[in-house]
Every structure is written in structure tokens, then in C-alpha cells.
């Protein structure tokens, strides 16, 4: 094994542990539309993509740091709180596997929802490039953040 090969995981969860501690320290500055994404934008490669599945609310490809912050606003109006409760790296490497347990309120319904997301993240050179969350049940994420008619 050579050195680079035994320092590669190490690398890429360091870089995904900064980015959960800075989208902490984000979203307790008042997150999107009042804190600065600078804390979070060294993670992040200014090419990243990020792939949600187009049913959620905040569905679709987002690209770059301005795509980024457009998600978290999207984020910030589908949900009142959104809390990774527990993670679980499950492969690391250049694609990091993460199982998150997610505690969250939708902020149109008011209904809390406890649920696993399973996450890859692709980082090279120190930095985010790629990822792709996979949920479980989107649909009834979907239909918790959807108001009534």
C-alpha cells in the first residue's frame, strides 16, 4: 500500500467531517439569507455538482458555489430544522459512502420526520466535486414538506 493510497480516506473524511462542522456553524449563523457561505465554500469545489432526485422540494442538479447556496435556500424553505442526529462512514476513498440518520420538521406542515439518507461524496484534492443523497422514502419526504391545497 503506498502512502497516498493509506492517506486517502483519512483525506476525504476530514474534508466531509469540515463540511458537517461548517454547515453547523452555517446554519446556526442563520443559514441561508442571513449567514455567509464562505464558511462552507473551501469545502466545496467551485465546479461541485450535486445531484437530488427531482421529486424532493429542492429537487435537481445544483452547480457550483452559487448552485450550492441555492440549494440551502431551497432547503431553508422546505424545512424548519433539518439535524443529521448520526453518521456512519461506510467506504472512504476518493467516493465516500455516509449513512446519515436525519431528524427534520418541514416547515410548510410541521411534521417531523426521522429518516436514513445514505450519501456519496466524490472529493478530490481536498474538496467536494460530487454528490449524489439517496433517500429512502422521498416520497413521504416530498409529501411532509408539500402544503395543502
Known sequence: MTHVEASSPTDSVSVLNGMYAAEAEYLSAGGPGKASFRVLAPFFSPDVVLHQAD?????GIWRGHRGME?????MSRAWES???AERQFLATGDT???????RARARATGRE???PL???SRVEDGQIVEVHPFYWDAAAIAD?????V
Open 82 to 84: 433539518f439535524d443529521i
Open 144 to 148: 411532509a414538506c408539500q402544503t395543502s
Open 113 to 115: 420526520l426521522a429518516f
Open 55 to 59: 421529486s424532493l422540494p429542492y429537487g
Open 118 to 120: 445514505l450519501q456519496t
Open 70 to 74: 441555492q440549494f440551502f435556500l431551497a
Open 96 to 102: 465516500t459512502v455516509v449513512l446519515l440518520q436525519v
